[in-house]
């Protein structure tokens, strides 16, 4: 039989990126925040109850890193609470989760690659309401797939691929913090290693790290982004105290991706590589 999904979130950007990939081997219902509010435990029940679904895809998140520092409540509201009642539904109604987390859920003091088993301690409000959340999933039921990801980016949503396409049309020089290091990850894998997961109906629960494979800085990824648009541009390495932020963000957040290679047998493709098929897919566009 045809997995049923239902897709939440999904006018962001990850949501966008499992449309673009749907080519109907899976019957996939996709929610938007105006189709079903994942805070309200009512609608979701509802929901869960009326669309007969195998599998939740959750997209849906409050991402704004730093307006979640100011914000706490509402990135509490949807990043642990939402969490938690589309967890209960799928506990009750039989359905299987994917949830996204977040490489913020470490403080960034590794020096070698995120292991799962490793010790989470987020720095930042977002990190904080991330990490409640998947304790939540794991907390309610056991049939859940938690992925850690980390710097997405794709020809949707807003993104550092497409900020820094944009500034280039105005600028002849940028600065961009070098003293970041972590993987740029394009979207559009990320979902593919979600589908992967479900046309396999792989049951091995847990939480999972994926990305991209290798290692970046924010100003490397830049410099990649540019180079490979042919963009003439005076690019500037600089560090994170010249660029201050509302939130502090780990200095070091490349994941390790072992467990998923080996366990779900999955490839993690060059984060250079899957760049330069990015920008090829916008400029098709
Ligand atoms: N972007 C990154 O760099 C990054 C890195 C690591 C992990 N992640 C994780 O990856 C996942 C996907 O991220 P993304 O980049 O696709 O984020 P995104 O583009 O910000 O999309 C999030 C979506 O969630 C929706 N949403 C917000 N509140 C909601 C609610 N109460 N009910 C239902 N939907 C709601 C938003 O809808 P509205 O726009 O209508 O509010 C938006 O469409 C998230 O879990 C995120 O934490 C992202």
């Not at 189709?35 to 895809?57: A, G, M, R, S, Y």
């Not at 490839?267 to 590589?273: A, F, G, I, S, V």
């Not at 098929?277 to 916008?282: K, L, S, V, Y």
Request: aromatic share 12%; proline share 3%.
């Amino acid at each position: 039989m045809i997995p049923r999904i239902l897709v939440t979130g999904s006018n962001g950007q990850l949501g966008t990126c499992i449309k673009d990939l749907d080519d109907n081997k899976f019957d996939i219902k996709y929610a938007s925040s105006s189709d079903l509010d994942i805070t309200n435990k009512q609608d979701v029940k509802n929901f869960f109850e009326q669309q007969k679904i195998d599998w939740c895809i959750n997209c849906a998140a409050y991402t704004a890193v730093d307006n979640a520092e100011s914000d706490y409540d509402k990135a509490y509201e949807v990043n642990v609470s939402g969490v938690k009642n589309l967890a209960e539904s799928c506990k009750e109604y039989g359905v299987k989760l994917v949830h996204i987390s977040t490489d913020f859920v470490f403080d960034g003091n590794n020096n070698i690659p995120y292991k799962e088993s490793d010790k989470t301690n987020p720095i930042g409000a977002y990190g904080e309401t991330k990490l409640k959340g998947e304790k939540e999933v794991i907390q309610i039921f056991k049939e859940y797939f938690i992925i850690r990801t980390s710097w997405l980016y794709s020809e949707h949503g807003s993104n550092f691929l497409k900020t820094m396409l944009r500034l280039s049309k105005d600028k002849t020089q940028l600065g961009v913090v070098g003293d970041q290091i972590g993987t740029p990850t394009y979207a559009k894998d990320l979902a593919k290693a979600i589908f992967h997961i479900i046309a396999n109906d792989i049951s091995d629960y847990g939480i999972y790290h994926y990305s991209n494979n290798g290692v970046a800085s924010w100003y490397d990824f830049a410099k990649a982004i540019f180079d490979i648009s042919n963009i003439d541009i005076e690019l500037n390495n600089i560090s994170t105290v010249q660029f201050p932020t509302p939130a502090k963000r780990p200095h070091f957040s490349v994941l390790d991706k072992t467990k998923i290679e080996t366990t779900l047998k999955l490839k993690t493709p060059y984060w250079r590589d899957s760049l330069i098929t990015a920008i090829q897919n916008m400029k098709n566009e």
